[in-house]
Nanobody, 126 residues
Framework: QVQLVESGGGLVQAGGSLRLSCATSGLTFRAYAVGWFRQAPGKEREFIAAVNWGGGSTYYADSVKGRFTISRDNAKNTVYLQMTSLKPEDTAIYYC???????????????????WGQGTQVTVSS
């Protein structure tokens, strides 16, 4: 059974930092690309970042570029999202998702991902 479990969310003041983790099991992790998405109340799910299977290629939405960093540790079957300079508009539920095979052309298309976690809440206060 494939599982993706996000952790690390919480309440932080504007300008602060958080690191989210996405721990996976039940899949050949090193073969899968992983993306992070978020969804704020009343809004569509939004692509945030993605990393390819080997970790050598990363992609970011313009809204987080320069502030967020995605990385992966294939030995731990885990992907991370380091978030800095957080803003109130970053408040959302954050989801990780796994995708095989990797196609960077659809990295921001949520329907192209195969497995999803349950999400972790990030709240940024002003």
């Amino acid at each position: 059974q494939v599982q993706l479990v996000e952790s690390g969310g919480g309440l932080v003041q504007a300008g602060g930092s958080l690191r989210l983790s996405c721990a996976t099991s039940g899949l050949t992790f090193r073969a899968y690309a992983v993306g992070w998405f978020r969804q704020a109340p009343g809004k569509e799910r939004e692509f945030i970042a993605a990393v390819n299977w080997g970790g050598g290629s990363t992609y970011y939405a313009d809204s987080v570029k320069g502030r967020f960093t995605i990385s992966r540790d294939n030995a731990k079957n885990t992907v991370y999202l380091q978030m800095t300079s957080l803003k109130p508009e970053d408040t959302a539920i954050y989801y990780c998702a796994a995708k095989y095979p990797w196609s960077p052309d659809v990295r921001d298309v949520s329907d192209s991902y195969d497995y999803w976690g349950q999400g972790t809440q990030v709240t940024v206060s002003s």
